[in-house]
């Protein structure tokens, strides 16, 4: 009887726990046992580990082969333990050579799914078991087409293979593969790779009212909602959000390329310290948008972590796809629960919608086509509930654009025109908007909690005496009371001002009304 032992990590997530691959060989009939919790991928990975091992030019042993991945609770899923397998096999054969203390601290960690010919397959999620191996000085051996990935985790070791032959080789030290990855991330666009054009606030003519919603949410990490006729404008106004967005910082991209990795997505490095935008389409169901299917994976308000997420056509999503909205807008957090996994995910997404005025989108436009009744309207907007307006920030009419505007045909002496609106111009101002709240509290105003809201922001009395007759016209919630002062609050930090005044909160007001009379009419 002999026994020798790898090591890898599993998934449950966003954390790896290590994973000890034990391989037993004993005497008896031949039997190939996998135990642990395998899932069905694991489970198959016997026939692959065998025709690999055999195919390699390795001997494959007989008698009676059993794996134990511990723990034995922890649910193990994916091709990424067939390499350590194969090398338990082969050290407990001695056809490679054991590690002084098998079972003491893990020096290094193995992954990879194996061909049938031997060779290293890519696996998923080894950004997340890269920055865990970081942590414990670990290093770590890969399929070179993951290199790259974990190679984005700073004081990660990570050493890339083509094939099993390669490990073989390095561990018997008759080689130097396999190769290191490259020592710093990778650049977003190498070579004479083409480089699209960047998405810039001046594209959109005319818009001025939603252009400065646009930079009140950037500033303040607020939800925004537009409704407009079809062609006016709105995707394309969502679409400048992230630009806007001041960059990832190190620890940030780190956990965004975490969540994606760990995604039905593979990760891009190339996508490394971009802030996500996502864009499900409105046939998305609740798994898609929340779930993340049966294996408990991030659906898209994670995928959208630290970014944008835009739903467009707001109104024809399912109203149960919606509803499950209201929780992740208040908590930044997302709970799966599935029969042998729970894991949580965070979900700090901007909410950016989209949305018609009646069901042909014309209600209101100076074209007059609309003939939705009053019904049909009504119907139409009652799809959208009101616990989720009022998790809402702002509300901004989207209007078409004169063909003056859209043409260019406006000269600067025009009193109708004015300068186009750049998306350096504005970033600078969120930048600053933003520095002013995290050296205040710490964090943006969209984020900050009641019992700090109510001592930072403190209205002038002109200003307490009109959101006072504000909130009783409309009859406002408490929710929509504090989200007035929150949106006001981030228009005196753009205005680089101390204090809040009536101009400040009755700006707020006028990016709220929506909520309150549910009737998203133009403003007059």
């Given at each position: 009887m002999s026994i020798a032992a790898t090591y890898c990590r599993g998934q449950l997530g966003l954390t790896a726990p290590l994973v000890q691959v034990e391989v037993n060989l004993g005497a008896g009939l031949p039997v190939f046992s996998i135990v642990g919790l395998p899932?069905?991928?694991?489970?198959?990975?016997?026939?692959?580990?065998?025709?690999?091992?055999?195919?390699?030019?390795?001997?494959?042993?007989?008698?009676?082969?059993?794996?134990?991945?511990?723990?034995?609770?922890?649910?193990?899923?994916?091709?990424?333990?067939?390499?350590?397998?194969?090398?338990?096999?082969?050290?407990?054969?001695s056809q490679l050579p054991t590690p002084h203390r098998a079972f003491g601290p893990a020096p290094r960690e193995y992954y990879g799914e194996l061909s049938l010919s031997g060779e290293l397959l890519p696996v998923r999620g080894l950004t997340l078991a890269a920055a865990h191996a970081a942590r414990e000085g670990h290093e770590?051996?890969?399929?070179?087409?993951?290199?790259?990935?974990?190679?984005?985790?700073?004081?990660?070791?990570?050493?890339g293979a083509c094939s099993l032959l390669d490990v073989c080789a390095h561990l018997r030290g008759e080689q130097r593969n396999p190769r290191p990855g490259p020592d710093r991330p990778i650049a977003r666009n190498p070579g004479l790779e083409l480089v699209p054009a960047p998405l810039d606030l001046a594209d959109v003519r005319g818009q001025q009212l939603p252009k400065r919603a646009l930079i009140i949410a950037a500033a303040g990490g607020h939800s925004l909602l537009m409704s407009g006729p079809p062609g006016s404008g709105k995707t394309m106004l969502a679409q400048r959000l992230p630009p806007l967005l001041p960059p990832l910082s190190a620890s940030e991209a780190l956990e965004v390329a975490t969540i994606a990795s760990v995604s039905s997505l593979d990760m891009s490095a190339h996508d490394f310290g971009l802030r996500p935008f996502?864009?499900?389409?409105?046939?998305?169901?609740?798994?898609?948008?929340?779930?993340?299917?049966?294996?408990?994976?991030?659906?898209?308000?994670?995928?959208?972590?630290?970014?944008?997420?835009f739903l467009d056509e707001l109104p024809e999503f399912e109203r149960r796809v919606l509803e499950c909205l209201r929780e992740p807008l208040e908590n930044r957090t997302v709970l799966i629960s599935r029969a042998r996994v729970q894991a949580q995910y965070p979900a700090a997404f901007q909410l950016v919608a989209a949305m018609n005025p009646c069901p042909c989108g014309y209600l209101g436009d100076p074209c007059g086509k609309c003939r939705c009744t009053p019904g049909q309207v009504a119907a139409y907007r009652a799809r959208i509930s009101g616990p989720l307006l009022d998790r809402i920030d702002l509300f901004v009419d989207v209007q078409r654009v004169p063909?003056?505007?859209?043409?260019?045909?406006?000269?600067?002496?025009?009193?109708?025109?004015?300068?186009?609106?750049?998306?350096?111009?504005?970033?600078?101002?969120?930048?600053?908007?933003?520095?002013?709240?995290?050296?205040?509290?710490?964090?943006?105003?969209?984020?900050?909690?009641?019992?700090?809201?109510?001592?930072?922001?403190?209205?002038?009395?002109?200003?307490?005496?009109?959101?006072?007759?504000?909130?009783?016209?409309?009859?406002?919630?408490?929710?929509?009371?504090?989200?007035?002062?929150?949106v006001a609050l981030i228009i005196a930090d753009l205005e680089d001002s101390d204090f809040i005044g009536p101009a400040q909160i009755a700006e707020a007001v006028q990016l709220?009304?929506?909520?309150?009379?549910?009737?998203f009419e133009p403003a007059p």
């Open positions: 899932a069905t991928a694991v489970k198959e990975s016997k026939e692959r580990v065998r025709a690999a091992l055999t195919n390699s030019g390795f001997e494959f042993p007989a008698g009676r082969i059993t794996v134990n991945l511990a723990p034995a609770d922890l649910p193990k899923e994916g091709g990424r333990f067939d390499l350590p397998i194969a090398l338990g096999i082969l050290m407990a054969s770590i051996i890969v399929p070179l087409a993951n290199v790259r990935e974990t190679r984005l985790v700073r004081h990660g070791r990570a050493l996502r864009a499900p389409h409105h046939s998305a169901p609740v798994s898609a948008l929340i779930e993340g299917g049966p294996q408990a994976r991030p659906g898209e308000v994670c995928l959208a972590h630290r970014g944008v997420l063909v003056a505007d859209i043409a260019g045909l406006r000269s600067a002496a025009d009193p109708g025109s004015s300068p186009s609106l750049t998306t350096v111009v504005a970033a600078q101002a969120v930048v600053r908007a933003r520095q002013r709240q995290m050296s205040r509290s710490g964090c943006l105003n969209g984020e900050l909690p009641l019992s700090q809201l109510e001592v930072l922001a403190r209205p002038s009395a002109a200003a307490r005496e009109l959101l006072k007759q504000v909130f009783e016209r409309l009859a406002l919630t408490a929710r929509s009371y504090h989200r007035v002062l929150r709220r009304r929506a909520v309150a009379s549910y009737s």
